[in-house]
């Protein structure tokens, strides 16, 4: 794949480091070479990694201030996750006021410092903080798109729209190539009106943009950063784990639509010993159609509503409506 992808949204507690965590995760479950930077200096996304955030010697605060290179703070996650970490701490808030400071290329230097690592990677994600500071230019600086986590209520619209406004901005002055990789609902539950509402306005306004793969309100999503591992590896027959194993699938799919390459969408049970490798590219399974709970755990959205809750006409210019799916029974 070879991308760079920010995950940001410019609101809090819409599950930003709950989806960098477990996406990083599902996405290394495929044999897929995945970076994890945290970029907020709560070190959130340290700590759900298994990574104590206190111990570091080497943090994302060192790599921007150039005091030694992104090759040696990485830190490999050890619990069969499979993935490599640029872990933070409360030290990049003193990086963020020493960046301001400076009078040229601020806001490139986490560009800069990815740069000579960045093939090593199929995919490197960017765990953004919930506000628009130099942390969070610097990550949409360096990425090609932004995956934009959201929960279908009315602030969580507010914060959309002022992330959009954002990146306009990037585009124009300094990285024209960013895209919007994608807007993921999450934290759902069909049995709320105004979450079925705001769904359905996100795909009518932002059409096949909207991932299909919904994240359900699920505990065990909750729990496993007190572990210190993504949910795949704290209870991988969870609604929340088989959703990001559903989101990495269909991520994969997208990929290989628009590049026509192919290949292993498999995810290895944790622990399992790597399979030979196939004689032959092998087919897609369906993102939603591993299991029943993967399907129970995937993209459910509402028909259109035809009252739009106040501030989605500020969201974006519309595009063509994609269809939208049969909500399911989430009892389960």
């Known amino acids: 794949m070879k991308r760079v992808i920010a995950i940001a949204m410019q609101k809090g507690g819409v599950g930003k480091t709950t989806t960098a965590v477990n996406l990083a995760a599902s996405l ?26 206190s111990q570091l010697e ?48 601020r806001e490139t230097k986490l560009r800069h410092a990815l740069a000579p690592k960045r093939n090593d990677f199929d995919l490197v994600l960017i765990d953004c903080p919930p506000a628009l500071n130099m942390l969070t230019v610097n990550a949409l600086v360096a990425a090609d798109s932004v995956l934009i986590p959201m929960q279908c209520e009315y602030y969580a619209l507010e914060g959309l729209s002022a992330l ?12 024209p190539q960013l895209a ?12 709320n009106n105004l979450a079925n509402e705001v769904s359905a306005q996100l795909i009518a306004h932002f059409g096949d943009k909207v991932f299909r793969t919904v994240i359900p309100r699920n505990i065990r999503l909750a729990e496993a950063p007190s572990f210190g591992k993504p949910a795949l590896f704290h209870d991988k027959e969870s609604r929340g784990a088989l959703a990001y194993l ?7 799919r997208r990929e290989e639509e628009s590049s026509g390459v192919v290949r292993n969408l498999t995810p290895m049970a944790p622990g399992a010993a790597s399979p ?15 299991t029943p709970s993967a399907t129970a755990a995937s993209a459910t959205a509402p028909s259109a509503a035809e009252a739009r809750p106040a501030g989605v006409a500020a969201i974006a210019t519309p595009v063509s409506p994609a269809p939208a799916p049969q909500a399911e029974d989430r009892s389960r």
């Open 164 to 175: 959009l406004s954002t990146v306009e901005q990037i585009r124009a002055a300094v990285n």
């Open 246 to 252: 559903a989101l990495a699938g269909e991520m994969i």
């Open 28 to 53: 290394a479950a495929t044999k897929r070479r995945v970076l994890l930077i945290d970029m907020d200096p709560q070190g959130n996304t340290t700590m759900g990694s298994g990574v104590d955030k």
């Open 58 to 105: 080497r943090s994302t605060c060192e790599v921007l201030l150039g005091e030694c290179l992104l090759a040696d703070a990485l830190v490999p996650i050890e619990h069969g996750a499979g993935f490599t970490l640029l872990p933070a701490n409360q030290d990049l808030t003193a990086a963020e006021v020493r960046l301001l400071t400076l009078p040229i290329g």
């Open 276 to 290: 030979d490798p196939p004689a032959g590219p092998p087919a897609a399974p369906p993102v939603n159609a591993a």
């Open 180 to 191: 919007i990789e994608g807007v993921l609902r999450t934290m759902f539950d069909p049995r």
